[in-house]
């Protein structure tokens, strides 16, 4: 996605070493942090004296670009228990497998923020190309894959060397990234070109290509390994793509009640683990579809705020947590009622969402 506002003044390169004693308390929209429960202290305090308990805290991170930080959420209260800060306009964000470390991407200082989970501070950083938008880890590799949305490119990262082993082109605007389940492949979409690519991981060379609906955002794969689903913003679908042929072999077009098909621009998008459900973010429609994965077909949707973007689910998949960006806030999802439960401010265009789960 191009940038929301006029392009900044870019700051010195920031240097790839331990960033200490970030400050905290930015607020939303410049105000002070909520006046913290007991029990989202004890939290913290846990969190503090062992870094072991730092996995499977439940704790909720989301990515605000406009704030540069990731808010930190305790998954009881939905109060923020810190803010992190981060380099310029944070986006994609995910852990690495052992759920120690969060890496986000940072698109306006062309760099990779590395979070440590258990002191929930930034510790490092590892230098990308222009405006790294989204990505995908393989950790057998130790690679990152980052779409570089201002390059038209795609940077292999060697994480452990901090150094760009391969810069893919692909089409104008790339955004998002998958790995294939045996790191062989990687897909990656082209906004501006209508393109999906799929790129040799060894190589760095794009071996097929598809041309998917206008403006083509987000992958997901279905867990039985055959079919790439596309969002297509300005399309306002899902196109489905067979793995084998890679061709184009259905669509899923959204529409909830009341809304205008122009106000349809769907972005995001999760699988349950079992393929059997998809849920979609619809951007300026202010919902999310539900659909039925093996009938591809909507089977409802749900209302949230406004401009959802990313969204994820629990472990459990009992709770969705959807991002709206234009209403600085997540809404968070109860999957057996389809009902939204809460609706929580974090701060200025919430991107990403992961849970510590």
Same mark, same amino acid.
């Given at each position: 996605?191009?940038?929301?506002?006029?392009?900044?003044?870019?700051?010195? &390169?920031?240097?790839?070493?331990?960033?200490? @004693?970030?400050?905290?308390?930015?607020?939303?929209?410049?105000?002070?942090l909520p006046r913290m429960r007991k029990s989202v202290l004890v939290v913290l305090c846990a969190l503090a004296n062992s870094p072991a308990a730092?996995?499977?805290?439940?704790?909720?991170? $989301?990515?605000?670009?406009?704030?540069?930080?990731?808010?930190?959420?305790?998954?009881?209260?939905?109060?923020?228990?810190?803010?992190?800060?981060?380099?310029?306009?944070?986006?994609?964000?995910?852990?690495?497998?052992?759920?120690?470390?969060?890496?986000?991407?940072?698109?306006?200082?062309?760099?990779?923020?590395?979070?440590?989970?258990?002191?929930?501070?930034?510790?490092?950083?590892?230098?990308?190309?222009?405006?790294?938008?989204?990505?995908?880890?393989?950790?057998?590799?130790?690679?990152?894959?980052?779409?570089?949305? &201002?390059?038209?490119?795609?940077?292999?990262?060697?994480?452990?060397?901090?150094?760009?082993?391969?810069?893919?082109?692909?089409?104008?605007?790339?955004?998002?990234?998958?790995?294939?389940?045996?790191?062989?492949?990687?897909?990656?979409?082209? &906004?501006?070109?209508?393109?999906?690519? &799929?790129?040799?991981?060894?190589?760095?060379?794009?071996?097929?290509?598809?041309?998917?609906?206008?403006?083509?955002?987000?992958?997901?794969?279905?867990?039985?390994?055959?079919?790439?689903?596309?969002?297509?913003?300005?399309?306002?679908?899902?196109?489905?793509?067979?793995?084998?042929?890679?061709?184009?072999?259905?669509?899923?077009?959204?529409?909830?009640?009341?809304?205008?098909?122009?106000?349809?621009?769907?972005? @995001?998008?999760?699988?349950?683990?079992?393929?059997?459900?998809?849920?979609?973010?619809?951007?300026?429609?202010?919902?999310?579809? $539900?659909?039925?994965?093996?009938?591809?077909?909507v089977v409802g949707y749900i209302l949230v705020g406004k401009r959802p973007w990313g969204l994820t689910l629990s472990r459990d998949e009992n709770?969705?947590?959807?991002?709206?960006?234009?209403?600085?806030?997540?809404?968070?999802?109860?999957?057996?009622?389809?009902?939204?439960?809460?609706?929580?401010? $974090?701060?200025?265009?919430?991107?990403?969402?992961?849970v510590d789960d």
């Amino acid at each position: 996605m191009k940038r929301y506002g006029p392009t900044p003044q870019r700051r010195p &390169e920031p240097p790839v070493l331990a960033v200490e @004693g970030q400050g905290t308390h930015p607020g939303k929209r410049g105000g002070n942090l909520p006046r913290m429960r007991k029990s989202v202290l004890v939290v913290l305090c846990a969190l503090a004296n062992s870094p072991a308990a730092a996995k499977d805290t439940g704790l909720i991170f $989301v990515s605000n670009e406009k704030t540069n930080n990731i808010v930190v959420m305790d998954p009881a209260s939905y109060k923020i228990v810190k803010e992190i800060k981060t380099a310029r306009r944070p986006r994609d964000l995910h852990f690495n497998a052992d759920h120690s470390k969060l890496y986000v991407a940072c698109g306006d200082d062309d760099v990779i923020d590395i979070v440590d989970v258990a002191k929930l501070d930034v510790v490092g950083r590892l230098k990308t190309g222009p405006s790294p938008e989204a990505f995908g880890i393989d950790e057998k590799r130790g690679r990152l894959y980052v779409s570089q949305e &201002e390059g038209s490119s795609l940077a292999v990262i060697d994480m452990e060397r901090d150094t760009i082993v391969h810069e893919v082109p692909t089409g104008a605007e790339p955004e998002g990234v998958l790995v294939s389940e045996d790191g062989k492949m990687v897909f990656v979409t082209s &906004e501006a070109g209508d393109l999906l690519h &799929e790129v040799a991981a060894d190589s760095g060379k794009i071996v097929r290509d598809v041309v998917a609906g206008l403006r083509p955002r987000r992958i997901a794969a279905t867990p039985d390994g055959r079919e790439l689903w596309v969002t297509a913003e300005l399309a306002g679908e899902v196109d489905i793509v067979d793995r084998a042929t890679f061709v184009i072999t259905g669509k899923i077009p959204f529409l909830p009640p009341g809304m205008r098909k122009s106000d349809v621009t769907p972005v @995001g998008l999760v699988m349950t683990k079992d393929g059997k459900t998809a849920y979609v973010a619809l951007g300026h429609a202010a919902h999310v579809a $539900v659909v039925d994965v093996p009938a591809r077909k909507v089977v409802g949707y749900i209302l949230v705020g406004k401009r959802p973007w990313g969204l994820t689910l629990s472990r459990d998949e009992n709770t969705l947590y959807v991002a709206n960006g234009f209403g600085d806030d997540i809404t968070v999802i109860d999957t057996k009622t389809r009902k939204a439960k809460n609706s929580v401010p $974090v701060g200025r265009i919430p991107y990403g969402i992961a849970v510590d789960d």
